[in-house]
């Protein structure tokens, strides 16, 4: 089991597989008021980068559950790099349905929100495991400026211009739901960049290393086109948040 490869390929090398950056992690962290001690899941957990720094900095206990082996086992080895393997722990598997043994205190999915079918199904997924008083984390694209076509949309990497709303919509989403949004941290397009943009010099040396490869064709393709339609499409089009949600 695991992700396509392509995202294996153009994303070793992130820490965070999201505009965030390590500074914005820390300001969502600290703005939740984490306590020692508390549970924190995260389905779609990536390399942990999360988990693994806010065990360090805030003696959080974490699970995360990720389908890239690659991903899981970095995750694995960062946390040993930051002296928190008894803290967190990284289970290698599918998400979709995950529900926690022990209820926990926040309960995440940023920027995996397809794990339980979209935000609303995710959301729902995430209370099952949320204790009382805890707070879900969802990290969601949202549109900074609506495309003004549907082709611009797509240069985005959405499907259709509907994929996502603008923020004030997306705030309203989550309070029509029924949850209250009671933080939000939002990536800019420096953290854009840092996701983005660390993706060509990996592709180049990958090129390098891998010239035979069956997808060496798709990565060159994508190395060649990817800057130029990054700078006139999601960077300019494309907002990023994590919002923290409590249930009325
Ligand atoms: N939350 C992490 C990773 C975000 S990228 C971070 O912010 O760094 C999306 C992640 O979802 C990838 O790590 C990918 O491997 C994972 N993923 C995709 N489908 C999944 C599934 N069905 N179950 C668990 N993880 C999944």
Redesign the pocket.
Known sequence: MD?PRI?NITESA?R???P?TPEKLATLGAALRLESGARVL??????G??LCTWARDHGIIGTG????KL?TEQAKLRAKELGVADKVEFIH????GYVSDEKVSVAAC???T??GGGVAGTIELLAKSLRTGGIILI?EPYWRQLPPTEDVARGCHASSISDFLMLPELLAFFSRIGYDVVEMVLADQDGWDRYEAAKWLTMRRWLEANAGDELANEVRAELTSGPERYAAYTREYLGWGVFALMPR
């Open positions: 992700i995202f992130h965070i597989h999201n965030f995260d389905l779609g957990s990536g390399s980068e999360m559950i990720d389908m890239s991903f598997g599918d998400a979709a940023v920027g995996a397809w794990i990290g």
